[in-house]
């Protein structure tokens, strides 16, 4: 039996509000399932967002209430899926924790949306959300089964510099893989979340439970992020998949950008620009990047890309970016007649278009599992103006390519010495699971 599926990441940017970021969630997850998509990956903290650029009123030794009056914001816009802050992993997967009297699940709904979306549209669902449990804050994905509903929650074990003042280190317990069957095509899918993928051990865990499907949502669009997919993907011998968002300065929040949220927000230091941001002043294309509609599967690319070429500079608000240089973007196949923003000229940022800057340029990537590029990076495109919804990157792949990779390397079997390198992870089975 054909191991194919069609796989997808959605390059999504959060709204204003849960409602409408939910409402956008479900018309991509609709549009993909008119396109015969089969599972279909979300950002990191797509539901709850992303607070690029805020630095809650804090400085070393000092907290200052307009920032915790941001927290309070971000708290309240993050998502409640009824699980318990120490993670009750499989018993909140097959609901088995207990209900508040009189209602019929727990947490805000969240989980009931998206699993009903997964119902009508058919379509697999992997969603990076923030999520609230007690007081704190976790960085999550859900797999959600269109026939048996949520599989399984990540919560990223460590958040990266800042991003740890906001969110909790979740458990490694929910490094555990889900196994679902798709079209008679047998999937082992986990994901690692944004810099937890530069986590050695954390990778080898993944590839011992034998992934073939491995998922990476993320928030950094820098060149560096590809090659690193591009290597997890041959390690691995798995397809890898990774969604990012793509946000304008006028797409943050009102607590982040209005005149209160500006008294706290932070200057992007050199470091902190060019480590996840990616970021340029190009305004959002008219001529967005066409869906690839290929029914045919995708073929690993003769040539690899170039790195993209960038450089430092500043706002008017002090913030320092990491532009792109306008040069011919060298990720676009030749067969795409669509013009990407990577090769649109650069503008000048103090042109007074600000509101037009990209904080995050995206990049969202299907890689193959021998380190070519199936789709992507693509950048620029924020997506739907109208509505929110997101630009779909698609690619059929064969699932046996994960199998032919393995004759001569295995990561986690024939090549992994296991006899002399051991690797265990607290609350974690690395077998294999059926």
């Not at 280190?169 to 069957?181: C, Y």
Request: hydrophobic residues 30%; contains cysteine; proline residues 6%.
């Amino acid at each position: 039996m054909p191991q194919k599926l069609k796989v997808a990441v959605s390059q999504s940017r959060t709204l204003p509000t849960l409602a409408k970021t939910l409402a956008a969630l479900r018309k991509t997850a609709q549009r993909a399932a008119s396109q015969r998509i089969d599972l279909l990956l979300y950002p990191e903290a797509y539901l709850g967002g992303y607070p690029r650029t805020c630095n809650f009123g804090t400085a070393v030794g000092s907290r200052d209430e307009s920032g915790r009056d941001q927290f309070l914001e971000y708290y309240n816009s993050a998502v409640d899926l009824g699980d318990t802050p120490r993670s009750a992993g499989d018993d909140w997967a097959d609901r088995k924790l207990p209900k508040a009297k009189g209602k019929d699940f727990r947490g805000d709904g969240t989980r009931e949306f998206i699993e009903k979306v997964a119902s009508e549209t058919g379509v697999f669902l992997v969603v990076g959300l923030v999520e609230k449990a007690g007081g704190s804050l976790y960085c999550a994905c859900v797999y959600v089964c269109p026939r048996l509903g949520c599989l399984g929650k990540r919560r990223k074990v460590m958040p990266t510099g800042s991003e740890r003042l906001i969110w909790a280190q979740g458990s490694p317990s929910t490094l555990k893989a889900v196994t679902t069957t798709i079209k008679g095509v047998k999937l082992t899918v986990a994901a690692a979340i944004c810099w937890e993928n530069y986590m050695p051990l954390l990778r080898h865990s993944l590839y011992s439970q034998n992934v073939n499907l491995y998922l990476a949502p993320t928030a950094d669009a820098r060149d560096t992020w590809l090659p690193l997919l591009r290597t997890i993907a041959l390690e691995g011998r798995i397809f890898v998949l990774s969604a990012n968002q793509c946000t304008r300065q006028r797409d943050l929040p009102e607590w982040i950008s209005g005149p209160r949220g500006r008294t706290t927000t932070s200057s992007v230091s050199k470091d902190e620009a060019t480590s996840l941001n990616g970021a340029t002043d190009v305004s959002h294309p008219s001529a967005r990047s066409v869906e690839r509609q290929e029914e045919t599967p995708a073929s690993p690319p003769t040539t690899t890309n170039g790195r993209r070429k960038s450089t430092i500079a500043v706002t008017e608000d002090n913030h320092e970016l990491c532009l792109p240089a306008s040069t011919t973007s060298s990720t676009t196949k030749a067969t795409d007649q669509t013009e990407t923003s990577a090769s649109l000229p650069s503008k000048n940022l103090s042109s007074g278009s600000s509101a037009s800057h990209f904080l995050c340029r995206g990049g969202s990537t299907i890689v193959h599992p021998n380190g070519s590029v199936l789709e992507g990076p693509l950048w620029d495109d924020a997506g739907s103006d109208e509505d929110g919804t997101g630009t779909l990157l698609t690619a059929i792949v064969d699932f046996e390519d994960c199998l032919r990779g393995r004759l001569d390397f295995d990561a986690a079997g024939s090549y992994s010495r296991n006899d002399a390198f051991k690797l265990s992870v607290e609350g974690l089975s690395l077998d294999p699971p059926e």
